[in-house]
């Protein structure tokens, strides 16, 4: 089975701190993505990453970047966090870029005072 | 991208089979039908995803009728682990990347 692994599943940060959220998969995909899911909005897609050192921007990069140093783990970075960001954080990965089915780990909820 | 429309919410017992149908009217030709079942406090799972006719998995069958503009997700004998959300997804995995959009789902919620 897949496995992908988020470093959290709580996390309270104060507004204005630097946040790193970081995700591991073990099946050696070339994809990782990162969503946010708000209630009433659904998933949206943050940033996405094909290939080591490679990424892209999805439909809400504002206020966040990426890093992906290694195959297995895709890191997601609040610069400087604010009250907007409060939200459930989901890291997902794929085999094909347009492959329809994602294998999403269990979710960072962060709250940010 | 394929807008698609589904029911807000579904309520069952155990041991009856669940329908659920979703209608995708601008489907693509390229575009597979995917669904997700979602937890609370849990990522969403790949559940089924077809192109047309009939797919069969040990979780669930996805009926697809010809003209593709909708789909029905079947549960055979749900039980109270099968309470979740439920989306619909449309797209095609054809070259380049597939954004998955998942709208609002289906809450199912089964009684004992």
């Known amino acids: 089975d897949v496995k992908v692994t988020q470093s959290s599943r709580y996390l309270v940060k104060r507004t204005g701190e630097k946040v790193f959220l970081e995700c591991v998969q073990d099946?050696?995909?070339?994809?990782m993505f990162w969503y946010r899911q708000d209630p009433g909005l659904g998933l949206r897609l943050i940033y996405f990453s094909y290939d080591v050192k490679m990424k892209e921007k999805g439909d809400i990069p504002e206020g966040y970047s990426v890093s992906r140093e290694k195959k297995e783990r895709f890191s997601l970075i609040l610069e400087s966090a604010s009250t907007n960001q409060t939200s459930m954080y989901l890291c997902?990965?794929?085999?094909?870029?347009?492959?329809?089915?994602?294998?999403f780990g269990p979710g960072t909820r962060l709250t940010v005072l | 991208l394929a807008k698609t429309t589904q029911p807000i919410s579904m309520d069952s017992y155990e041991g009856q089979e669940v329908n659920i149908t979703c209608s995708h009217n601008n489907i693509a030709t390229n575009d597979y039908i995917t669904w997700y079942q979602q937890f609370p406090s849990q990522g969403p799972r790949f559940i089924i995803q077809?192109?047309?006719t009939k797919v069969t998995n040990e979780v669930a069958s996805l009926f697809i009728p010809a003209d593709r503009k909708s789909s029905t997700l079947s549960l055979p004998r749900v039980s109270l682990s099968d309470t979740a959300v439920y989306y619909c997804?449309?797209?095609?995995?054809?070259?380049?990347?597939?954004?998955?959009?998942f709208g609002a789902g289906t809450r199912l919620a089964v009684h004992p």
């Open positions: 997902a990965s794929s085999r094909e870029l347009g492959s329809n089915e994602q294998f």
């Open positions: 997804l449309v797209g095609s995995p054809s070259g380049g990347y597939n954004k998955l959009i």
């Open positions: 099946m050696d995909h070339e994809n």
């Open positions: 077809g192109y047309k």
